[in-house]
């Protein structure tokens, strides 16, 4: 639980009321019940009661040239819509702080903190110390200002300025969004924003619209040189903004501009009724000052681009680069792949040439060998050559070279031995001929081989040639 001194700080802070006696006696009489105090405070002054009313405390008096103060304001949170400025709205948007003082450039800094989406009451009650009692918890968890409400009461304001004032021909082009969003767009387009807080009850405000606001050259120089945004302090986020830039007189205009760590700076505020050539000579002078930081954050930001697109533009240089190099790797590769598996078809054609070679040459070694015997067999089976005698026959053999072979047979041995003795003399291929005699043309077939060269008419002697078979 806070204590009593930080009860009445918040109380201060989230009501605008700087007596310090009459803010003990509400928390008092209400059970130093916070909120409580400030649900009861803030229902005593209604909706058709502004902020800028004589009968409430003042906020504060506007900047000086030589003054500066400092006021802790809330942060505010997005939720669903509520019904109004109430301490739903104040009490959760604990730290914003209004810093404002000569306008040597910047006035002052307003910390707004980031605006977020959701946000209960009673989240925000325990993080100060203050828990939610039981059967108070809907009160306590109402929910906050949505950004998507902002905008719409924003598109409010603008609608129902235009009809009050649209017959001037010419006014400033209010944004239709929230205030975050104007803030933003001003700093995107390097511009200040100008914050106008509408007061519909105050009697010095359609003047101020019609003659100030509407001002033909005030007008066109707003439109021209800042961000316009425009809020009733009816609605919830212009009665928020006329708490955190402590607004006591109106008409209310304030110049600010987006600072760095979700702040920004004040650097001026106008209260109270002001001729057109007044504002238009504060403006101007706000506009000059501020314009080195703003050209120093246009330079800074085109140069942020710049640097940007120069990387940007390297590192596209760079992948296409490296994709060429990996395109050319890929080649080398494929090219060295391609290579590797031509040598090694190379080699396995090769091997298996030489493979086949071998088998041919061993084959042919086996061929050769076996014929070899085979004639060495046929030669042994012949037997030797007889001695003439009257049972010896004699036959010439002629081959289709024209080498001729005469040997003595028995009478007795039979055409297969001729046949035999033929292929032992190696001079043909085995069982690829005929033996024929030319009178009468005798050709001795298999089915002769048995009969013995007397049964066949070859004794005692015969001329038989080589056929070959086709």
């Known amino acids: 639980m806070v204590d009593v001194a930080d009860k009445v700080a918040y109380f201060q802070a989230i009501t605008g009321v700087d007596d310090l006696d009459l803010c003990t006696e509400i928390l008092q009489a209400h059970g130093w019940d916070l909120e409580l105090a400030v649900a009861s405070f803030t229902a005593t002054n209604p909706s058709d009661s502004s902020p800028a009313s004589p009968t409430e405390p003042p906020l504060d008096s506007g900047p000086s040239s030589s003054g500066s103060r400092r006021v802790e304001e809330?942060?505010?949170?997005?939720?669903?819509?509520?019904?109004?400025?109430?301490l739903t709205w104040k009490l959760i948007t604990l730290p914003i702080s209004v810093i404002s003082g000569g306008l040597g450039l910047v006035s002052g800094a307003i910390g707004l903190g980031m605006?977020?989406?959701?946000?209960?009451?009673?989240?925000?009650?325990?993080?100060?110390?203050?828990?939610?009692?039981?059967?108070?918890?809907d009160d306590s968890s109402a929910r906050l200002v949505?950004?998507?409400a902002a905008a719409s009461e924003a598109m409010d304001f603008v609608a129902a300025f235009e009809r009050e004032y649209g017959s001037c021909p010419t006014r400033p082009n209010f944004v239709s969004e929230g205030f975050m969003d104007a803030l933003q767009r001003s700093r995107n387009t390097y511009k200040l924003l100008f914050v106008y807080l509408h007061s519909p009850d105050h009697p010095d405000t359609p003047v101020f619209c019609e003659r100030t606001l509407c001002n033909d050259v005030l007008a066109a120089f707003v439109?021209?040189?800042?961000?316009?945004?425009?809020?009733?302090?009816?609605?919830?986020?212009?009665?928020?903004?006329?708490?955190s830039l402590k607004a006591s007189r109106f008409p209310f205009c304030a110049v600010?501009?987006?600072?760095?760590?979700?702040?920004?700076?004040?650097?001026?505020?106008v209260e109270g009724p002001k001729t057109p050539e007044e504002m238009l000579m504060v403006l101007q002078r706000v506009l000059e000052e501020s314009a080195p930081v703003l050209v120093a954050a246009r330079l800074d930001a085109e140069e942020r681009r710049n640097n940007m697109r120069l990387r940007e533009e390297q590192d596209a240089a760079y992948r296409a680069a490296l994709e060429a190099d990996q395109a050319r790797?890929?080649?080398?590769?494929?090219?060295?792949?391609?290579l590797e598996r031509e040598a090694a078809e190379a080699e396995r054609k090769r091997k298996e040439?030489?493979?086949?070679?071998?088998?041919?040459?061993?084959?042919?070694?086996e061929r050769a060998a076996a014929l070899a015997k085979l004639r060495e067999e046929k030669a042994s089976s012949v037997g030797a050559e007889p001695e003439k005698g009257p049972d010896v026959t004699r036959v010439l053999v002629r081959f289709p070279t024209g080498e001729r072979k005469e040997r003595r047979f028995h009478s007795n041995?039979?055409?297969?031995?001729?046949?035999?003795?033929?292929?032992?003399?190696?001079?043909?291929?085995?069982g690829n001929y005929s033996l024929v005699s030319n009178f009468p043309r005798v050709v001795y077939g298999s089915e002769k081989l048995s009969l013995s060269l007397k049964e066949a008419g070859l004794h005692p002697q015969a001329s038989l040639f080589v056929e070959l078979n086709s």
């Not at 809330?74 to 109430?86: D, F, I, N």
């Open 329 to 338: 790797e890929r080649q080398r590769k494929e090219e060295q792949e391609r």
């Open 115 to 137: 605006w977020v989406a959701g946000g209960v009451l009673s989240y925000s009650l325990g993080m100060i110390g203050i828990g939610s009692r039981t059967g108070r918890s």
């Open 353 to 365: 040439e030489e493979e086949a070679r071998l088998r041919a040459e061993r084959e042919a070694a």
């Open 223 to 243: 439109n021209e040189n800042f961000v316009a945004w425009g809020g009733s302090i009816r609605a919830s986020e212009g009665f928020k903004m006329s708490n």
């Open 74 to 86: 809330p942060l505010l949170t997005a939720g669903a819509v509520a019904p109004g400025p109430s």
């Open 413 to 430: 041995t039979t055409i297969q031995v001729l046949y035999d003795y033929v292929d032992s003399l190696g001079c043909l291929e085995i």
């Open 256 to 269: 600010v501009m987006a600072a760095t760590n979700q702040r920004i700076a004040l650097l001026q505020q």
């Open 146 to 148: 949505s950004v998507s």
